[in-house]
């Protein structure tokens, strides 16, 4: 198996572009950095919300992977598929807050495997859940 070109970082924003699920899901990357982290958010709609008024966790699930994902791809220039993940739902995200931000942060950027920390905040700056994220990366 080739692998994966470090030195070709990609614009996150491009990549994101082309998720028809997460943009019609109201997520979006906000940033992306040489380092292999980068940030993203999710805009709350009804939609979002469960009978008692929160963020849905499958909401607050796509919003990390989507945006770990993206970010690992674009710096490893490969496409990332999720191979794992473990999130830890802290507090309610409640819907009251606007958005829902995250920010992901490489542990490991492999050849095959990376690994990402994510932290979800509300519009107070309160972690409302964390958790770790592993992508198999593959050749574009």
Partial sequence: MASC????I??????????????R???RVTAAYADGSGEGELTI???????????????LATLANAVSGWVAGAVQHCNSATASYTLNFLRPAMGTSRKIRCRA????LGRTLCVYHVVLLD???????SGDFTYFMSVL
């Avoid at 070109?5 to 070709?8: I, L």
């Avoid at 942060?105 to 490991?108: I, L, Q, S, W, Y």
């Fill in 5 to 8: 070109n470090k030195k070709n």
């Fill in 10 to 23: 990609l614009d996150a924003q491009a990549i994101a572009e082309k998720d028809p699920f997460s943009t």
């Fill in 25 to 27: 899901n109201n997520i």
């Fill in 45 to 59: 709609t009804p939609e979002c919300l469960n009978p008692r008024g929160a963020v849905h966790g499958g909401c």
């Fill in 105 to 108: 942060a490489p542990v490991k």
């Fill in 123 to 129: 519009a107070a700056d309160t972690v409302v859940a």
